[in-house]
Each structure stands twice: as C-alpha cells, then as structure tokens.
C-alpha cells in the first residue's frame, strides 16, 4: 500500500538552528500539507501546497517557516531559526484530487530544540 | 468559528465496555472525518461523513453524523485493547483552503484488559 515517507524520524537541534523536514508524498496525490503537533495536544494546521505553491497557511506559519517541492517527489519544511517551542511532532500529510478525499499521514519526525 | 469540539478529552473503560467520543460545531459542517492515532504514531483515516444524519458502520465501530451537520459521535462496541489511541474528528475545509483538516482535541482512550 503506498505511502507517505518522511525523513529522519527524530531531530535534536540547537536553538537558532535551521532544520529541513523531508517528505515523499504518494505519487499521484496533488495536495500537499504539513501539520505539527505538540506533545499531548490535538494536531494543527500549518500550510497546504498545491500546484507548486502555498495555497494557505496558520497564524503559526511566520516567516521562521517555508515549504519546498524541490523535484517530483520531495515535499520539504524548513524552519529557519529554530525556538524551544517548535518542539513538536511534524506531520506531512498528501491527498490526491477530489473534494473531500480522505489525508494520508507520514509517521512523523519528532523535532527536539535544546 | 472553525473550531470543532471534542469530548471527553480522557475515557478509561475496561476491555468489553462500549465507548463513545462526541464532536461538536457551533457552524454547519461540510462533511467530518475522523482519524486514529495510536499512541506514538500518527493519523489514520477513518471514515468520512457527507449527509445529514448519516450513519457508517465498520465493524465495531459506528459513526453517525447529527441532522443538523453539527455534531458527529463514534461508538465503540465491545472495546478491545486493540482500540486504545486517540480519536480525532476533523472538519474539512473546501475551496481555497484545499482540504485542510481542523482537528478536535481528541479523545484519549485506554483499555484495562
């Protein structure tokens, strides 16, 4: 069954610090998102991706954030100075066309800022 | 606004009682998907709800979808350890927002066996 993939798993990173997420959507899908949640908390929004560029992004999408689909398979997060409070589980997350069709999530990268 | 809410936030039942999770919407909802996440993993999609007072079931598992779109619940038949993970609903957004999904708080469930 295909998959979404992201890359690595857990990252510990310094505060200050810029970080890349990696993501391999499922190829046929066109949407593309990334969500974060915080340990214990509900998962939250941060930006959708379609036809090469952002289609909307949350309040916590700030200027530190930026998305990426470098070639055909890459979907990437990068935040580019990291806080103690981007500690939190990233989610990539691709959808294929269709009004309501259902998300495929990635297992997740645990980002750590120290 | 936006918000869907989710209750209650914690259910401990022992292995064979039923479960139920309720989300709620103060605005009439498009359609609501609901997702599992078991504990250390991420979302998995469950099942998605379009009409008014629409009922699914999966197995032990049924949800239904309130006649006004603004509420939904999952019902749990006969727990099983198996079940244990938190249980999102989520709204979906259409037009410009592209599917965005806006989750609950979610619904942590633990099975004693």
């Known amino acids: ?114 | 606004g936006q918000q869907v809410m989710q209750i209650p936030q914690y259910q401990h039942v022992q292995e064979g009682e039923d479960f139920t999770t309720y989300c709620n919407s103060s605005t009439t909802l498009s359609n609501i998907q609901w997702y599992k996440q078991r504990p250390g993993g991420h979302p998995v999609f469950l099942i998605q709800l379009v009409k008014s007072g629409e009922v699914k079931k999966q197995k032990r598992l049924t949800f239904q979808f309130g006649e006004a779109k603004k509420n939904s619940s999952l019902h749990i038949t006969a727990t099983q350890t198996t079940d244990v993970g938190t249980y999102f609903c989520a709204r979906t957004a259409g037009g410009t927002s592209y599917g965005k999904l806006t989750f609950g708080q979610g619904t942590i469930l633990t099975v004693h066996p």
Request: aromatic fraction near 14%; charged fraction near 20%; charge should be negative.
């Open chain 1, 1 to 114: 069954e295909p998959e979404v993939t992201q890359t690595p798993s857990h990252q510990v990173t310094q505060m200050g610090q810029e970080v890349i997420l990696r993501c391999v959507p499922i190829s046929n899908h066109l949407y593309f998102y990334w969500y974060r949640q915080i340990l214990g908390q509900k998962v939250e929004f941060l930006v959708s991706f379609y036809n090469n560029e952002i289609s909307e992004k949350s309040e916590i999408f700030d200027d530190q954030f930026s998305v990426e689909r470098p070639d055909g398979s890459n979907f990437t997060l990068k935040i580019r100075s990291t806080k103690l409070e981007d500690s939190a589980m990233y989610f990539c997350a691709s959808r294929r066309t269709g009004l309501w069709t259902e998300a495929f999530f990635g297992q997740g990268t645990r980002l750590t800022v120290v």
